[in-house]
Nanobody, 120 residues
Framework: QVQLQESGPGLVKPSETLSLTCTVS??????????WNWIRQSPGKGLEWMVY???????GYSPSLKSRISISRDTSKNQFTLQLRSVTPEDRAVYYC????????????WGQGTQVTVSS
């Protein structure tokens, strides 16, 4: 069974950098045909895709967040990490990591999500 678990601070101050890590079990993040994503949902809004890193290491970024976002991975720990710079209260959201199945074109596994608040 594939499991994803988000971890990171629940509270970040404005202008700081948010760093969240997704730990994957039951599958390797280097296995072909999958991309590993960060997606968020702000209060009262729909899901917003943010960034991915695929098994080969290639990445993709939301145009609206590209200037503030980065993604990296630690294959030895089977983890991938989101960094969002210069956060504002508008970055308050539940952040999810999710696996995208390239062939089926679906997000087939999700983490439970982690709430992040931006406040001084």
């Amino acid at each position: 069974q594939v499991q994803l678990q988000e971890s990171g601070p629940g509270l970040v101050k404005p202008s700081e950098t948010l760093s969240l890590t997704c730990t994957v079990s039951g599958a390797s993040i280097t296995t072909n045909s999958y991309c590993w994503n960060w997606i968020r949902q702000s209060p009262g809004k729909g899901l917003e895709w943010m960034v991915y890193i695929c098994s080969a290491g290639n990445t993709g970024y939301s145009p609206s967040l590209k200037s503030r976002i980065s993604i990296s991975r630690d294959t030895s720990k089977n983890q991938f990490t989101l960094q969002l710079r210069s956060v504002t209260p508008e970055d308050r959201a539940v952040y999810y990591c999710a696996r995208f199945h390239e062939s089926a074109r679906i997000f087939d596994y999700w983490g439970q999500g982690t709430q992040v608040t931006v406040s001084s």
